[in-house]
Nanobody, 125 residues
Framework: VQLQAFGGGLVQPGGYLRLSCEVS????????VGWFRQAPGKERQFVSA????????FYHDSVKARFTISRDSAKNTVYLQMNSLKPEDTAVYYC???????????????????WGQGTEVTVSS
């Protein structure tokens, strides 16, 4: 399984970006894709996740009202629509994939087996 993340960039506070994560290869029926972010000097932080089958979504409280995760099964792509961006959203964003992720582990980066390369998001005026 391979994942590729796209869509980062520089945006002003209050702006928006859409990140994409393309998934290739065979995935388990209970596969999930998660978005995480890592700011300089900080640990990798859970942002959002979605189950491939069923589409159940999960969010960190800090982004719940601003970010939306979705998937396009035909394109094997997961999107993260980020609105009302804040300077504290600045980080490298990574998408991860894994099977058998239960609710208690879907927010934990070490539970993911596959990772895409990061895409940098900078929110600054």
């Amino acid at each position: 399984v391979q994942l590729q993340a796209f869509g980062g960039g520089l945006v002003q506070p209050g702006g928006y970006l859409r990140l994409s994560c393309e998934v290739s290869g065979r995935t388990a029926s209970n596969f999930a894709v998660g978005w995480f972010r890592q700011a300089p000097g900080k640990e990798r932080q859970f942002v959002s996740a979605i189950r491939w089958i069923g589409g159940t979504t999960f969010y960190h409280d800090s982004v719940k009202a601003r970010f939306t995760i979705s998937r396009d099964s035909a394109k094997n792509t997961v999107y993260l629509q980020m609105n009302s961006l804040k300077p504290e959203d600045t980080a490298v964003y990574y998408c991860g994939g894994g099977g058998g992720l239960i609710v208690s582990s879907i927010r934990t980066p070490t539970q993911y087996s596959y990772w895409g390369q990061g895409t940098e998001v900078t929110v600054s005026s």
